[in-house]
């Protein structure tokens, strides 16, 4: 059994450290990207030289949204494909592991789906408008990492027009025969749906110039790939998702409702309470609060986590679940 683990990081080289020292076992490989814009000598200094971990040093300039973030995905699982894995799960570098190796791997091989977040566009409203407009954000970042202030205001400048004034924008026409699917860019995929993934972006190159000028496209990229293949009913809750849409076209057509919960999809524990109460960050830095439910949970990862604001949450974690020596 070989899992194939492919980690984006930009900061936090201590916490990418502890993730990968927690989930180093037989069978794991780590395939690493760190943000271009990032020196990666700390952590490369952090991970050291592991004959299963390889950092990738064609990096990307990634930007938050951008069609960059895609880009990384593709090396990285272009990279994982080529040495060879039963199953990739795609971590960022503020992730960490919320069941044991052991646990983990039995899962994986006893696994016969494809654990990815999906929903169709038209069942959420509010997210057409990601595909419907040209989005140049890898070219204008929307989250302004400049320390230029000049910069940094005309950005804001853009963007605050474009958002003001997009509706009254040209429209685009999606992919013919396909139909537009969003979801979690946090996802488990088998060696098989991910080949074909990479085949059929190499392929069908318009499909990757469109998604370009599309919004956070890594959150609707692989979805459409696979929901759009013969490996969409392979994808976990693939059914209950049918029946959830046929009931919601009846009762609320053009409008979003309340989805399956993502880690019925993908496996990962993630707090978005904040979207509602204001009280936390979205998604929420985890720390010791979140315990009880992490312990419960039946996600196999959680995010995000700070190595000092999450370091108590840490520890529990490693004690009472990886059983890890303090």
């Known amino acids: 059994m070989r899992i194939a683990y492919l980690v984006m990081a930009h900061d936090q080289p201590e916490h990418l450290l502890r993730m990968v020292n927690a989930l180093d076992c037989t069978g794991a490989v780590f395939y690493i990207h760190i943000d271009k814009k990032t020196d990666a000598a700390p952590f490369e ?69 494809e654990y990815i977040t999906f929903w169709r566009l038209e069942d959420r409203p509010s997210w057409q408008h990601k595909v419907q407009y040209y989005y140049f954000i890898d070219a204008i970042p929307i989250r302004a990492w400049s320390t230029n202030s000049e910069t940094v205001y005309w950005r804001r400048l853009f963007w605050g027009r474009f958002f003001k ?3 009254h924008m040209p ?23 991910a080949d074909y993934a990479l085949r059929f972006v190499e392929e069908n ?13 890594c959150e609707m990229f692989f979805q459409t790939i696979v ?15 049918q029946k959830w849409s046929a009931a919601r076209s009846r009762e609320k057509p053009l409008s979003d409702s309340k989805m399956l919960p993502e880690e019925a999809f993908n496996y990962r524990y993630i707090d978005w309470s904040g979207e509602k109460t204001g009280e936390r960050e979205t998604p929420a830095i985890l720390d010791e609060r979140d315990w009880e439910k992490i312990k419960s949970s039946s996600s196999h990862f959680a995010r995000k986590f700070d190595p000092r604001r999450s370091a108590k949450l840490l520890d529990l974690i ?3 679940i990886l059983g890890l020596a303090k």
Request: some cysteine.
């Open 165 to 167: 004034y997009r509706n």
């Open 227 to 241: 929901l759009n293949s013969e490996w969409a009913t392979r994808v976990e809750n693939y059914d209950n998702y």
């Open 318 to 320: 490693d004690q009472e």
């Open 45 to 113: 200094a952090a991970v050291g030289n592991r004959e299963n971990v390889h950092l990738m040093r064609n990096r990307v300039s990634a930007n938050w949204m951008g069609f960059s973030l895609v880009e990384v995905s593709l090396r990285l699982l272009a990279q994982a494909v080529k040495d060879g894995f039963d199953y990739c799960v795609q971590l960022s570098g503020v992730d960490y592991p919320i069941k044991s190796n052991d646990y983990l791997f039995s899962f994986f091989e006893k696994a016969e789906k």
């Open 205 to 217: 190159p318009s499909y990757k110039r469109f998604y370009k000028y599309t919004e956070a496209p």
């Open 171 to 193: 429209t685009r026409e999606f992919p013919k025969n396909m139909t537009p699917y969003g979801g979690s860019d946090w996802w488990s995929l088998s060696y098989g749906c």
